[in-house]
């Protein structure tokens, strides 16, 4: 059981905004470690989409954006479309394990 | 640019060891800002992060591995290992080679495009 908790599986309809969610604890998150956010589509390795819980990368559309909160985070997606179908997973380092630890991913289906 | 490549055997027997190895172009080993690690997917599941090793400094290793794992750098290949004895059908996943700063933010920037080692007699 991961040490992050999020949603297995998400939805939207394209245009609509979807949020992500991603669950910690006060070894992780809520000490104030930073979040962020992987995409990984079918057969390819995960992509860096967020960094330090609200920043990102060159070349991430504007429609992702990112939060954190206490022992939680989220990610936003705005005008949803067909090629954000991915699973998404969220990432922090734990001081209880001395690592790093990811959730367990949440598949985001573009109905 | 910096780029990541896993190599070794793809097929290994239950109770033998894993050992697969990563090739970096772009960066150096020795480049302390950085970790060098190993994350795992097994077939339908989400990633492992299990180990992460640094040039000057010590490896560490997720509780998952339960102590069979080792990661360690070839400065002088640029390049850096992983291996895993005892396996079992549960060490079957793709194994991606990382890396990942070494102070805050903590978060992984590259990655190789994994290598599926399946674990069967």
């Known amino acids: 059981q991961s040490l992050l908790t999020q949603p297995p599986s998400v939805s939207g309809a394209p245009g609509q905004r979807v949020t992500l969610s991603c669950t910690g604890g006060s070894a992780n998150i809520g000490t104030g470690y930073d979040v962020h956010w992987y995409q990984q589509l079918p057969g390819s390795p995960p992509k860096l989409l967020i960094y330090?819980?609200?920043i990102r990368p060159s070349g991430v559309p504007d429609r992702f954006s990112g939060s954190k909160s206490d022992t939680s985070a989220s990610l936003a997606i705005t005008g949803l479309q067909a090629e954000d179908e991915a699973t998404y997973y969220c990432?922090?380092?734990?001081?209880?394990?001395?690592?790093?630890?990811f959730g367990g991913g949440t598949t985001l289906t573009v109905l | 640019q910096l780029q990541l490549q896993e190599s070794g055997p793809r097929l290994v027997k239950p109770s033998e060891t894993l050992s697969l190895t990563c090739s970096v172009s772009?960066?150096?080993?020795?480049?302390?800002?950085?970790?060098w690690g190993w994350v795992r997917q097994p077939p339908g599941k989400g990633l492992e992060w299990i180990a992460s090793s640094i040039y000057g400094g010590i490896a560490y290793y997720s509780p998952s591995l339960t102590g069979r794992g080792t990661v360690s750098l070839d400065t002088s290949n640029n390049q850096f290992s992983l291996q895993v004895v005892s396996l079992t059908a549960a060490d079957t996943a793709l194994y991606f080679c990382?890396?990942?700063?070494?102070?805050?933010?903590?978060?992984?920037?590259?990655w190789g495009q994994g290598a599926l080692v399946t674990v069967s007699s």
């Open positions: 772009g960066d150096s080993t020795t480049n302390s800002d950085y970790y």
């Open positions: 330090k819980n609200t």
């Open positions: 990382t890396r990942h700063h070494a102070r805050p933010p903590y978060n992984f920037d590259s």
């Open positions: 990432q922090s380092y734990d001081s209880s394990v001395t690592g790093w630890v």
